[in-house]
Structures are given as C-alpha cells and as structure tokens.
C-alpha cells in the first residue's frame, strides 16, 4: 500500500512539474505535452557518414531519351546514427544573390472534394491581411472531370496551380492575382503532378510527378517534366535516377541547383531515400543518399537561419516508427539525423513527420500525424538550441499538398485546422504569439506565401 501511494504522489509530482515546463511559454495555443530532446544546433557542423554523391555526366538537351544517364547512386551510410564532424563552408559555393523582398502574399487552393470534378479554387490575401481573402475566379473552376487535388507554386513574377491526381493542368497566375492561361502537360496522360519551379537561368518550368499513364497502365516515373511556358506542346523529360521506381515529389531551388525528393525506393520497401540535385544551368544530375526513406514534406530552406542547409521531413513506411527530420549540406551533401520517430507509447513523436517551416528565429514548426491518439494530427514546436520540443496546436489537416509555410516579412506561420465539419486557414504570429483563423468553403488543398520582389 505504501508503494502505491508513494508512486500515486510521484506521478501527482510529475504532472505539476509537466505543468510548469509548460507555463514557460504562456501565450502558445493549447500547449498540452512537452519533452526534451538532444539539443542541436542549427548549422551543425556533424554529420552522418556516407552521403556523398557522384555527379552524373552532363546532359547535352532536356530530354532524357537523346541523354545517356550513368549510374551515379551514392554509396550507402554505413551507420546513420554516427556523427561525422566536417568542415561547412562559410557560404554555399554557387549561392546566388536574391532580389530584396518588397511584399509577401498568401496563396491558397481548395477542392470541393479529390471525387468532385473540376471543384479546385484559389484565393489570395495581399499583404498578407487576412480579412482581404478573395478568390480568384477561374471559368469552369480547376482539376480534372474525374476530380481535383492541387497544390500551389509561386515564384517572382507569378504563381500557378498545379493540378495533381486526375489532371494535367497547370493554372497560372499573374503577380496582379488574375488568371492568366491553363497549360497541360502531355495531354490525354494522366500525370499525378505533384509540384513545380520555375528554373530563372533557362526561363523553363519543371514539373514533377510521382507516377503516369502509358497505355492505361499506371507506372513510376523518375523523371522531371521541363518545359517552355510559350511552347509546353515541347516539353521534355529528364530522368534523375536509375531507379524506376523512384518517384520525384517535392522540390525546392536553392541558388544554381534544384533539390527533388524522391519517393517510393523499391516500392516503399528500401530502408533509404534519395534525393535528386539538378543543376540548373546545364542540367547534369547528382543523388544524395538519405538514412530514411519517402521524403514526403516540402524540402525547407530559410537562409536567414541556416544558409548552408536545407531540411526535410521523411514518413518511412507509414505507421512504422522510422521517419525522421534531416539535415541536408547543400554543398557536402552531408547528411544528419535531427530528430527520429518514435514506437515509445505517449512519446510526442510517436507517429509520422509531415511537414515543416523554419521561422526566422530559427525554430522548427512541424506537422506531425500521430497515430496512436486517433490520428489527432498535431502541430509541434521544436527549439533546437534549448532541446525541447512542444505540441502548440492539435486537430490539424496534415494532408494538403502543402499544409504549412512560413513568412519572413510577417513573421506568421500558416497551417489548416479542422474543427468537426469545419477546416480554417489559421495563421500563428511567430513573435507576439497571437493567431487568426477563417473558415474555408472547400476543402484544404494547398497553401504558399508569395513574395514579390524589388
């Protein structure tokens, strides 16, 4: 009897000290659950072995048939969980001066339903001002006559709409929010388009796409879609990896290069990922090995906070505890391990990594699925200096195309949350910690925050 009371007060104890831990931070909405991690500096210079890549030979035009790609697999790590110091450059080797930011912008899209055809609409707050959302009217709306999934791309002069399953269309937009043209991608093929740069050094966009139709069968693509805005009826393709199962999904320029994650290794049953780097300018190929495998997050870079790295959140196969956050050396191509799933019961990152933003301040915002509390899909608050990591807001949507981004000029993060029948747009203000929400017609699809420059 003693014992059980003596372990009652313990766990009396544990909950108050829980309670305090998360009282430091007051103003964070429904801050429920905490705990410490290894702290880590953003910056890092320790890394995990066994990344480093071999560039392919360069490719003489776009298309990958006229293109002979050799093998340029990288080695694999040999113990992911073994750091590696390395010497980081000061500042990326190809960095690229950027315009300064003049106005930022938020975009988002919804669907009526993935089953409910051509129901895709996009909206648009200028300045950022929320009580000025609008659509913008598209005749015949946007996706397919089979359904609508989209995501959205934006870049300096425009934005565009990228339909995904069942559809070929890309929207474009002007940087005055009107419509401007719908482009398909190899028509009367069905593309399950995914995302989409704009390459500034050959005035090309390329698409990427986990899979595609060849005579009504459904295969893998490892390929990238390039293309001219006044030509796309020309759009060719370039095959980023030797393996075909290898399935391009997000992506993100970084200077002179495009980074594209790759899904789908062996059907899902690879222990490791990839990703692709393309040079922009000539569009010769390197691959990064990765630890863990289906990067399914956009692949997050803030310059602000860390102008030598970009980070990534991988799934791993679903449910199974071997995703991870990842910190990627854009020049070394280094890789280390930030932070790990777990399979402990009432850990906070037992689950499934999502998603991510990194605010200026350097703290890491994560959409995470966590899949023992029914499903409760929650947004974590990780600060890598202090090796705390909190849950700040539950019931998020998790599955949009892309659920949450990060504005340098507002400082606000934005991300969808569902209440029962209800989904908001939800914007949480990073410095004073105050946060806004409206409620969408439709269904979430994607959001981006575009910036226009000077």
Same mark, same amino acid.
């Given at each position: 009897?003693?014992?059980?009371?003596?372990?009652?007060?313990?766990?009396?104890?544990?909950?108050?000290?829980?309670?305090?831990?998360?009282?430091?931070?007051?103003?964070?909405?429904?801050?429920?659950?905490?705990?410490?991690?290894?702290?880590?500096?953003?910056?890092?210079?320790?890394?995990?072995?066994?990344?480093?890549?071999?560039?392919?030979?360069?490719?003489?035009?776009?298309?990958?048939?006229?293109?002979?790609?050799?093998?340029?697999?990288?080695?694999?790590?040999?113990?992911?969980?073994?750091?590696?110091?390395?010497?980081?450059?000061?500042?990326?080797?190809?960095?690229? *001066?950027?315009?300064?930011?003049?106005?930022?912008?938020?975009?988002?899209?919804?669907?009526?339903?993935?089953?409910?055809?051509?129901?895709?609409?996009?909206?648009?707050?200028?300045?950022?001002?929320?009580?000025?959302?609008?659509?913008?009217?598209?005749?015949?709306?946007?996706?397919?006559?089979?359904?609508?999934?989209?995501?959205?791309?934006?870049?300096?002069?425009?934005?565009?709409?990228?339909?995904?399953?069942?559809?070929?269309?890309?929207?474009?937009?002007?940087?005055?929010?009107?419509?401007?043209?719908?482009?398909?991608? $190899?028509?009367?093929?069905?593309?399950?388009?995914?995302?989409?740069?704009?390459?500034?050094?050959?005035?090309?966009?390329?698409?990427?796409?986990?899979?595609?139709?060849?005579?009504?069968?459904?295969?893998?693509?490892?390929?990238?879609?390039?293309?001219?805005?006044?030509?796309?009826?020309?759009?060719?393709?370039?095959?980023?990896?030797?393996?075909?199962?290898?399935?391009?999904?997000?992506? $993100?320029?970084?200077?002179?290069?495009?980074?594209?994650?790759?899904?789908?290794?062996?059907?899902?049953?690879?222990?490791?990922?990839?990703?692709?780097?393309?040079?922009?300018?000539?569009?010769?190929?390197?691959?990064?090995?990765?630890?863990?495998?289906?990067?399914?997050?956009?692949?997050?870079?803030?310059?602000?906070?860390?102008?030598?790295?970009?980070?990534?959140?991988?799934?791993?196969?679903?449910?199974?505890?071997?995703?991870?956050?990842?910190?990627?050396?854009?020049?070394?191509?280094?890789?280390?391990?930030?932070?790990?799933?777990?399979?402990?019961?009432?850990?906070?990152?037992?689950?499934?990594?999502?998603?991510?933003?990194?605010?200026?301040?350097?703290?890491?915002?994560?959409?995470?699925?966590?899949?023992?509390?029914?499903?409760?899909?929650?947004?974590?608050?990780?600060?890598?200096?202090?090796?705390?990591?909190?849950?700040?807001?539950?019931?998020?949507?998790?599955?949009?195309?892309?659920?949450?981004?990060?504005?340098?000029? *507002?400082?606000?993060?934005?991300?969808?949350?569902?209440?029962?029948?209800?989904?908001?747009? $939800? *914007?949480?203000?990073?410095?004073?910690?105050?946060?806004?929400?409206?409620?969408?017609?439709?269904?979430?699809?994607?959001?981006?925050? $575009?910036?226009?420059?000077?």
């Amino acid at each position: 009897m003693k014992k059980i009371i003596l372990s009652a007060l313990a766990l009396i104890l544990l909950a108050f000290l829980v309670s305090c831990e998360d009282s430091a931070l007051p103003d964070l909405p429904e801050m429920d659950e905490s705990m410490d991690v290894d702290a880590f500096e953003i910056g890092d210079e320790d890394a995990t072995p066994g990344s480093e890549s071999e560039p392919d030979e360069e490719n003489g035009g776009n298309d990958a048939d006229n293109q002979e790609t050799p093998d340029s697999e990288s080695p694999d790590s040999e113990k992911p969980d073994t750091e590696t110091p390395y010497e980081t450059p000061e500042t990326p080797d190809e960095e690229v *001066s950027e315009h300064e930011i003049a106005a930022s912008h938020l975009i988002v899209a919804t669907v009526g339903g993935y089953d409910v055809p051509m129901s895709g609409h996009v909206y648009y707050a200028k300045d950022e001002k929320l009580d000025t959302f609008k659509e913008i009217p598209v005749d015949g709306g946007m996706g397919s006559s089979d359904g609508a999934d989209l995501n959205a791309a934006a870049w300096e002069n425009g934005f565009a709409v990228v339909g995904r399953h069942d559809s070929s269309s890309l929207y474009f937009f002007t940087r005055n929010f009107e419509f401007e043209q719908e482009i398909q991608v $190899k028509p009367d093929t069905y593309i399950n388009m995914q995302d989409m740069v704009h390459n500034p050094f050959k005035d090309e966009f390329i698409v990427s796409a986990l899979n595609f139709d060849t005579d009504s069968k459904t295969v893998f693509s490892n390929k990238l879609f390039i293309f001219k805005k006044d030509s796309p009826e020309t759009a060719s393709t370039l095959e980023i990896s030797d393996n075909e199962s290898a399935s391009p999904a997000k992506m $993100k320029v970084v200077g002179k290069k495009l980074f594209v994650a790759l899904q789908n290794l062996e059907n899902n049953t690879s222990a490791k990922g990839e990703i692709a780097v393309v040079d922009l300018e000539n569009y010769s190929v390197e691959r990064i090995t990765l630890p863990t495998t289906n990067p399914t997050g956009k692949i997050e870079y803030n310059k602000n906070v860390d102008k030598n790295h970009i980070y990534l959140t991988t799934t791993g196969n679903w449910k199974q505890g071997d995703g991870a956050l990842l910190q990627v050396n854009i020049d070394t191509y280094e890789v280390k391990k930030v932070l790990s799933e777990s399979e402990e019961e009432n850990n906070i990152l037992d689950g499934d990594f999502v998603d991510l933003s990194i605010a200026d301040n350097g703290d890491f915002y994560i959409i995470f699925s966590n899949n023992i509390l029914y499903n409760d899909n929650s947004l974590l608050l990780y600060k890598p200096k202090e090796g705390n990591i909190s849950k700040i807001d539950s019931k998020i949507n998790a599955f949009a195309a892309n659920p949450i981004d990060y504005s340098s000029v *507002s400082g606000k993060i934005y991300y969808f949350v569902d209440e029962k029948s209800d989904t908001y747009l $939800k *914007s949480f203000d990073t410095k004073t910690k105050a946060d806004e929400k409206i409620l969408l017609d439709f269904g979430p699809a994607a959001l981006r925050v $575009k910036y226009d420059y000077k």
